[in-house]
Each structure stands twice: as C-alpha cells, then as structure tokens.
C-alpha cells in the first residue's frame, strides 16, 4: 500500500493553532512537491499551501501569515503549522503529493491523504 495519512485535526477556538501532520506509508520512498488542500462544507476543495522539492512555498492569500508548510525528507513526512485560526478555516484537511516514488522505484502520481477534520470554534 502506498498511501498518505493525516493527523492532528481537531476542535480549537478561535486564536488557537493547530499542527498538522502527512505520513507517507512505509512503502514510499521519497515525495515530490506537497500541498495542503482544504474543504468546508458546500464550499469546492481549495489550495492552502504548497511546499516543492526543493522548499519553496507558496501559500493561499487567506492564511498567509498565519500557516506554514514544513517537510521533512529524512521522516517522509510534510506538516501544516497553524496559528490563529479563524471560524473560516474549518474545514476537512487533505495532504497531497503530485508524485511519489515508491520504495520498488516506480512512482504514484496525485497522492491523496483520507483528510482530517479541523474545526475553529468562535
């Protein structure tokens, strides 16, 4: 199994932080680029943060300021620090890679995490 899984989801108020965590299964060898994907209820899935092989970021207007994506290659692991959270960012939280190498060499393409639920109370 190949497979991306999130944690760290869960009820804060407003002003509090929240750490998210993606582990990549045993089987992954290494992860291209990340990203961090929301969505709220009736509302599309959106781009929150993005973090490339190389660490550059780029974030989403609305938490610029507020979050910050990290990863860490020796773990296989990305993570989602976030501060100040507002009722507006409740949300199911998603990680996704757009190319992962699997530990045979061969690759999977647009990995999704099962998503974790954020909720910002006011």
């Known amino acids: 199994q190949v497979q991306l899984a999130e944690t760290g989801g869960g009820l804060v108020q407003a002003g509090g932080s929240l750490r998210l965590s993606c582990a990549a299964s045993?089987?992954?060898?290494?992860?291209?680029?990340m990203g961090w994907y929301r969505q709220a209820p009736g509302k599309q899935r959106e781009l929150v943060a993005q973090?490339?092989?190389?660490?550059?970021?780029n974030y989403a207007d609305s938490v610029k300021g507020r979050f910050t994506i990290s990863r860490d290659d020796a773990k296989n692991m990305g993570y989602l620090q976030m501060n100040s959270l507002k009722p507006e960012d409740t949300a199911v939280y998603y990680c996704?890679?757009?190319?992962?190498?699997?530990?045979?060499?061969?690759?999977?393409?647009?990995?999704w995490g099962q998503g974790t639920q954020v909720t910002v109370s006011s």
């Open positions: 973090i490339t092989d190389l660490g550059a970021t």
């Open positions: 996704n890679s757009d190319r992962v190498m699997t530990k045979w060499s061969t690759y999977v393409y647009d990995l």
């Open positions: 045993v089987n992954v060898f290494s992860f291209n680029h």
